[in-house]
């Protein structure tokens, strides 16, 4: 079945440090890639996707790539600040119409930002 | 528009009561999801709904009952609560999903005891 691992945390940086959260999936044929992001008492909030392999996804200065070579979905942000403290879940949805847009998710990351 | 809304925000039951939680969209999505957070773990899925009338297994859904009567709302029923049903729950909703992403209410807390 479908499965997605994220690197163990919780995540501690300085302010203007540089972050990486490792995903790496398991799934056949081509899924559909999500960052989720959950500030804290929120729900979740879409943060970025990739559809399809080589994508880059994009939003709030965070980057990730979907590679299919590697079945990985790094989350990365080159000067994180205080304000994205917050837990991030990476998530896959499998291709496909019967898949009916569920999403299997990641254990979560915890990120914690200190001025 | 309030999106997803979950009530209610905070919930401690005994062990064998039962309850409902609500959720409700306003966005007229045909598709809804129930999902539960454990501690250190990702969201998994209870069960989901792909219509008013249409509701089906999600990978956790031993102790859950739903209905979807219309497609606003989609409530989810404890019956017989026990405590590995301590958890955070989350509904979501989405227009097409193979096109658009989920869209999440803020969850309701429940603590069985």
């Known amino acids: 079945g479908n499965s997605v691992t994220q690197m163990e945390g919780p995540v501690t940086l300085s302010e203007e440090a540089f972050l990486t959260i490792n995903c790496t999936y398991t799934a056949t044929g081509y899924p559909s890639l999500f960052w989720y992001v959950q500030y804290p008492g929120e729900g979740l909030q879409l943060l970025l996707k990739a559809t399809k392999a080589d994508d880059k996804g994009s939003n709030k200065g965070f980057e990730a790539t979907y590679r299919k070579e590697t079945t990985s979905f790094h989350l990365e942000k080159g000067s994180v600040q205080v304000s994205d403290s917050a837990v991030y879940f990476c998530a896959l949805r499998r291709a496909g119409g019967t898949s009916y847009g569920k999403l299997t998710f990641g254990q979560g990351t915890i990120l914690t930002v200190h001025p | 528009n309030a999106g997803v809304t979950q009530t209610p925000k905070f919930r401690i039951l005994k062990i064998g009561q039962s309850m409902t939680l609500q959720c409700a969209q306003d966005m007229n999505h045909n598709y809804m999801y129930w999902y539960r957070q454990d501690p250190g773990m990702g969201l998994k899925l209870i069960y989901y709904?792909?219509?008013?009338?249409?509701?089906d297994k999600g990978e956790v859904p031993n102790g859950y009952n739903v209905s979807r009567s219309t497609t606003e709302d989609f409530p989810l029923r404890l019956e017989l609560a026990a405590p590995s049903q301590t958890s955070v729950y989350f509904c979501?909703?989405?227009?097409?999903?193979?096109?658009?992403?989920?869209?999440f209410g803020p969850g309701t807390r429940l603590t069985v005891t």
């Open positions: 979501a909703s989405s227009p097409l999903p193979d096109r658009y992403e989920q869209y």
């Open positions: 709904s792909v219509g008013a009338g249409i509701t």
